[in-house]
């Protein structure tokens, strides 16, 4: 397999942000859901979950349903923390720990209210929460362990600005062709795969097609991507990877396919055999 340039750390680290996101919506929506639709996600914050089964409780016994709703904007409350964690963990890494530690405490809270609850029924009704909570929390940790600083927006090779005194890549020079097979594959089924070099769009290729292009005969980066813009050009907000082509005078021929990993999507080009 050829090596790709590696975008992981930005793509986890902006993963984690998302998460923070989320966590601030669906705290708001859980009590209201659970009240109205009788409806729980596994995915739901642990003190959203439990402020509306105490609201739903007290509504019940005073019959009051502006009691339910005081639980409820106090779920909401709680969950501004994420929503200021996304926002100011776009320049500032201490905010995305907050956050981390804010669902660390949440995860804790869980797990204590078991100890003292514990119900065979109530650990069932809580496992698929239980399992998401540290699933989730592991992967917020590995951003931070991996992104000391905030990662700065990764910028693709092949589309960066040629340095002063070096002419852009002639199209005459594009003389050996290169030969791409995709087979069939469920991930990223609907997705088409664009390639670029020195930053000319040169071809695409839909699930299960082949597509054949020219390119230098100099040593090259070939970068394959899901998006283009309008126009046809790179769309740096999208999922890419760039991949070496060594130098040759010979046509050549790979095989492409994405593969999820984690949270992000990748590319993977290999030799065709």
């Known amino acids: 397999m050829i090596q790709q340039n590696d975008c992981k ?10 998460s923070m996101l989320f966590y601030f ?3 708001i929506v859980t009590p209201l859901l659970m009240r109205f639709l009788s409806t729980l996600f596994f995915v739901s914050p642990f003190y959203s979950y439990a402020l509306g089964i105490f ?18 904007a106090l779920s909401a ?7 200021l964690s996304f926002l100011f963990s776009k320049k500032m890494r201490s905010w995305l720990v907050a956050g981390t530690v804010a669902y660390a405490i949440d995860t804790a809270g869980m797990i204590g209210f078991l100890i003292l ?3 065979p029924d109530l650990l069932i009704d809580l496992l698929g929460m239980i399992v998401f909570h540290f699933i989730e929390l592991g992967i917020m940790i590995y951003a931070l362990m991996k992104c000391k600083t905030v990662p700065e927006k990764p910028v693709p090779e092949a589309m960066r600005t040629v340095p002063d005194g070096e002419a852009p890549i002639d199209d ?18 609907l997705v088409t795969f664009y390639f670029f070099v020195g930053g000319k769009n040169l071809a695409s290729v839909k699930n299960g097609k082949t597509v054949s292009f020219r390119i230098p005969a100099g040593e090259c980066v070939l970068l394959i991507t899901g998006s283009v813009k309008k126009d046809g050009s790179m ?9 070496p082509i060594p130098a ?21 080009l290999e030799p065709k055999q």
């Open 55 to 72: 609201g739903m409780a007290l509504e019940e016994e005073t019959g009051s349903p502006g009691i339910f709703f005081l639980f409820a």
């Open 248 to 268: 040759g005078e010979t046509d050549v021929s790979y095989t492409v396919s994405m593969k999820q990993d984690g949270n992000t999507f990748a590319f993977l």
């Open 172 to 189: 005459a020079l594009f003389v050996r062709t290169v030969t791409v097979e995709r087979p069939k594959n469920f991930v990223g089924s």
């Open 117 to 119: 609850f514990f119900e």
């Open 77 to 83: 409350a709680i969950s501004v923390i994420y929503l």
């Open 235 to 243: 769309n740096p907000n999208a999922y890419w990877n760039e991949f």
């Open 25 to 27: 919506i669906i705290g």
């Open 9 to 18: 750390a930005y793509a986890d680290y902006q993963s984690a942000r998302f």
